[in-house]
């Protein structure tokens, strides 16, 4: 049997519907070949846990055109369909339970090998959960390490965003078809991740965001990755399945501890008291990492030079200014005009320098936050 018709087989077994990726694996185990499946009898199929209609839709080959449909627009489109068992398929997630027969990729395959770390949380986050996404994922990114998140609003998009803005690689794990983008705003960092990094789906292409697929996905997030880090996620976030299914798959689970006020901050801190190491910069993520990658990464960052304090380099203007606003809170223009004893121009300069050098972020409504982790050369 060919390669081609291999992999087309393998791609109409993965649409029939009631076939749960389980039971795939298992039939693909007991059968020399995934097209030796298409040929068992009935009673043999029903005996491997397949329904009787599930029987009568494989035996039909009702699904063999569009699976070779996929297949010539994958070709087309450099989409690379990534088998399990084969070459660049991830090895950590084929450790897992249930882990899909077939992953669709479009991007830089190679980032699958390399040691990554889930960043996931709420769609709903603060300005500081923001600020601590981005910066941690920088921080990863910076010492060589792929951040893997789920494209959604808030803290996804967020981890996505600084790892890139540290000059890393990050992979996207959808909930929809690799040929769609969802949410739509994300358009433009789909397309980045896409160029810089990877985007991967077990869905196949066409396949519409639908609910009941993003739990699905989760597993696929932790799966592939060593580590799973929640920041910001209220008592029935979508992140605390992926933290369970972290701790299923015996994979390291972090928390970003929260104010005990926010209402986001109620799944990092229970984690934490379930077990979670608390996390407060990249060095907690690092320290679990297996010993030689650990002790790779720590041994770079001793020759790296140290950086001046940046609050030493502001002027007394800008330390002032700083020190009226909050990490967690937004401020308005005018309570931070009341409070300066500034000018209004002279003080638009200052919050516009500020922003500029990462210390100030502008938030909508002409509101301001002080960041939490300044990046920018001063």
Known sequence: MSEDEELLALVELTLIPGIGTVTQSKLRSFCGSVSDIFRMPQ?????????????????????????????????????????RGGPGYPALLGETYDPPLLLYARGSVELLARPS?????????????????????????????????GLARGIDAASHRGCLDGGGQTIAVLGNGIDRVYPREHRRLSAE??????????????????????????RIISGIALGTLIIEASEYSGSLITARLAMEQNREVYALPG?????????????????????????????????????????????????????????????????????DRATLFDKILRGSGLESPHLCKLLLDLEMRGFVRQLPGNLFVRCARPRAKV
């Open 43 to 83: 009673g043999e199929l029903e005996s491997h846990s397949v329904a009787a209609e599930c029987c009568r839709t494989l035996r039909s080959r009702r699904y063999r055109p569009m699976a070779e449909e996929i297949v010539d627009w994958s070709r087309r489109e450099k989409c690379v369909l990534l088998a």
């Open 117 to 149: 770390v889930a960043v996931v949380g709420t769609r709903r986050p603060t300005p500081y959960g923001l600020q601590m996404a981005e910066g941690i994922a920088s921080d990863l990114a910076v010492r060589g390490v792929v951040v893997v998140s």
């Open 193 to 218: 991740i896409e160029r810089r990094g990877l985007l991967l789906s077990e869905f196949p292409p066409g396949t519409s965001p639908a609910p009941q697929n993003f739990p699905v996905r989760n």
């Open 259 to 327: 104010n005990l006020t926010s209402p986001q901050s109620f799944g990092p801190n229970f984690l934490i008291k379930q077990g979670a190491k608390l996390v407060q910069s990249w060095r907690d993520v690092v320290e679990e990492f297996p010993t030689d990658l650990r002790h790779d990464i720590l041994a770079k960052e001793e020759g790296r030079s140290p950086e001046a304090p940046l609050l030493e380099l502001l002027g007394d203007d800008e330390r002032s200014l700083l020190d009226l606003l909050e990490f």
